[in-house]
Every structure is written in structure tokens, then in C-alpha cells.
């Protein structure tokens, strides 16, 4: 069910929100030069990473005023980055693998910035697992998994014994973990800074609706039908929108495989490990540190039907789970007490995360 938390009116908007989302204190930024920003560039505290308008704009409607900064290569729909007075940034890439590394390639090789101790945070809605998270909730991830990149059987056709046609790439059976060939199936992020993001959010009080409400008490167990909350568990990344409980335990059992038994499935959607290379080509050039990346992900509707419900019934009416406004409102309430303590306390974040 990959990012499939996108309502259609929300579409509609999304472009209209790139331009419109937030008032600017520069009302035409295009006659800026490199020599104003400094021989590198401006420099940013924290680049906020979104993936359509209504992510971006649970950031710019709030932490303003933006001054639009257009970078060539960006999204024809987002071809701005917006960026106020604390240096805070918000990107928003375009939907997908391809949208999300053609933009971040082109941010993190602009000269209108320094990124080098910049802190980027992945902010973006996705499908959650119920075993997991709840509708509204947010997670914190330290691995990013690839559910795209695998062999893949007609499930009508799949052997004796076996319980899924996925199976890695060159691998014998489903239970095989891969060689890695392409280089970017799973990635780790910083733990500490994983660990320090949970702390500071944890007791943060999130969003709710009452559609949301209803729709989880459909599920007959916790953490579905409790209340959203901040937790820690794991992001796969795939651009194929998905739902069922047999392709959710795949996802359990991929994030097991390719994380050697330490990552924790828990949301699915699409950009993550696209957005993730492509700052790690910036890295090589030295001018991204991806041990400043963080990822965010808030559950907009559940990735398997409830006890009774069909899986096409939980895909085709995703929206009547009621998380879509919840999940925007929580990438802001959940991240921002990271995004305030790099800025407040610059002095001890910039070298790297602090210790506490």
C-alpha cells in the first residue's frame, strides 16, 4: 500500500500548495547570487525532505516566513526550495523513485547551497502495519528496506512449501537473503540520531480524527485500535502501491532478511531508498553527511484489511480510514521538536548528535 494515502483532492492541490502554501519575506528570490550566499552556498541547518504538497505543507504553513529558492532540476510541480530566517529548509520532490532521486540529485549538486552539516529529515506519510502502528501514528525508522528490488513468481504458480513468490535476487527460495547487487536494498541510518529524534517526540501528543477512530476499531487487537503514538520501526520503500495480509508478511519477513534479524517492518512507501542514494552519491562528493539523515514516516491507513474485510475493499477505500489529515498534522507535530533542537541548540548539533 505504498504512499496509497494520497486523497484525490489532495492531488489536485498539490501543485497549487507548491507555490501557495506559505507567505515569502523575499517576494522574488531569482536575483540572488552564489557571492550572497557565500562562497559555498547557504548554508542550512535542516532540510526537511517531502514527497507531495500536502507533506510540504504541514511545514510551510507553520515555520515561516519562506524565502523561495529555485534550484534547476527540481520537480516542474515543486521547482522551489523554501527556506526561512533559522535556516530551515522543505523540499518537496515529486511522487516516486524517479521524482525523488532526480530532485535530491539535483538539490544536493546545486551551488546555491552548503549541505555539508545539514540535517535532512525524511518527512512523509505511508501505509502501516497494524501489528505496529495505527492510523495517525509515527515512526522512526533506522533501516530503509527495498521491497522492489526482487524476484517475483505468479502466486498461482509458486512451488510446494513455499509461502510467497517473492524470493531475492539470484537467491534459491524465499528464506534467502540476497548478494546485494544493486548496492542500495537496505540501508541504516544513524542510530543515535534515530534514538535521539524518538526521544525528543515521544511524548508528543498527536493528531486524531473520529473516521480514523472508527476505523481502527475494526481491529480486534493493539496496537491498531489503540490511539497513535511515536514509536521506532522500520520503512520499506517500493513504487508498486500494495495491500494484504500475505504480502505484509512478506514485508515482515524481507525487512528480517536483508537487515540480518535487527529491522522492524512497520511502514511501507514508495521514495525512501531512492532518496537515500542519491544522498549517498552527494556523501562520495563529500557534500551531504548521511550520518545526519533522519526518516519519518506517519500511518495515513493500514497496509492489510481488517479480521472480515477484503483486501481490495482495504485498498480501494483507503480513504475512508479517515488518517489522511492526522498522518500531515503528525509529520509536524512528531518532527518538529527534532527540527527545533537542531536549531535552538545549534552549538551542539553541529559538529554531530549531541550526546545527552
Not at 97 to 102: E, T, V
Not at 231 to 243: A, F, K, M, P, Y
Not at 255 to 272: F, N, P, R, S
Request: overall charge neutral; proline content about 6%.
Amino acid at each position: 500500500m505504498l504512499s496509497r494515502s494520497i486523497l484525490s483532492a489532495a492531488l489536485a492541490l498539490s501543485t497549487l500548495a507548491a507555490c501557495t502554501t506559505a507567505p515569502s519575506f523575499a517576494q522574488d528570490s531569482r536575483g540572488d547570487t552564489l557571492a550572497e550566499a557565500g562562497a559555498h552556498g547557504r548554508p542550512v541547518k535542516v532540510m526537511i525532505i517531502s514527497m507531495f504538497g500536502p507533506e510540504g505543507k504541514a511545514w510551510l504553513d507553520r515555520l515561516g516566513p519562506w524565502k523561495a529558492v529555485p534550484v534547476p532540476g527540481l520537480s516542474p510541480d515543486y521547482p522551489d526550495v523554501h527556506c526561512n530566517k533559522q535556516d530551515v529548509c522543505v523540499i518537496t520532490t515529486g511522487m516516486g523513485y524517479a521524482n525523488a532521486s532526480a530532485s535530491m540529485m539535483a538539490l544536493t549538486f546545486s551551488s546555491r547551497f552548503d549541505l555539508r552539516h545539514t540535517y535532512f529529515l525524511i518527512s512523509g506519510i505511508a501505509g502501516v502495519d497494524p501489528a505496529r502502528g495505527t492510523v495517525g501514528s509515527a515512526a522512526w525508522a533506522k533501516y530503509l528496506v527495498d521491497f522492489g528490488i526482487q524476484w517475483e513468481l505468479d502466486a498461482r504458480e509458486i512451488p510446494a512449501g513455499w509461502n510467497t513468490g517473492y524470493l531475492g535476487i539470484n537467491t534459491k527460495n524465499p528464506a534467502a537473503k540476497p548478494p546485494l547487487d544493486y548496492r542500495n536494498e537496505v540501508f541504516q541510518l544513524n542510530p543515535k540520531l534515530a534514538d535521539a529524534a524518538f526521544a525528543l517526540s515521544r511524548n508528543t501528543v498527536l493528531a486524531d480524527s473520529t473516521q480514523a477512530q472508527a476505523a481502527r476499531a475494526k481491529y480486534n487487537y493493539a496496537p491498531a485500535n489503540q490511539p497513535p503514538a511515536v514509536v521506532q520501526c522500520d520503512i520499506l520503500s517500493g513504487n508498486t502501491w500494495w495491500s494484504g495480509t500475505l504480502l505484509g508478511e512478506r514485508a515482515r519477513e524481507w525487512t528480517k532478511i536483508l537487515t540480518d534479524d535487527k529491522g522492524v517492518y512497520c511502514m511501507t512507501a514508495q521514495e525512501d531508498n531512492a532518496t537515500f542514494e542519491a544522498l549517498k552519491r552527494a556523501s562520495s562528493a563529500k557534500r551531504v553527511d548521511l550520518s545526519r539523515v533522519a526518516a519519518l514516516r506517519t500511518g495515513s491507513d493500514f497496509d492489510r484489511p481488517y479480521q472480515g474485510q477484503t483486501s481490495a475493499d482495504n485498498l480501494l477505500n483507503y480513504a475512508d480510514q479517515g488518517g489522511f489529515l492526522p498522518a500531515t498534522e503528525n509529520l509536524y507535530r512528531a518532527g518538529n521538536p527534532l527540527v527545533q533542537d537542531i536549531v535552538l541548540h545549534w552549538g551542539e548539533w553541529r559538529d554531530g548528535v549531541p550526546r545527552r
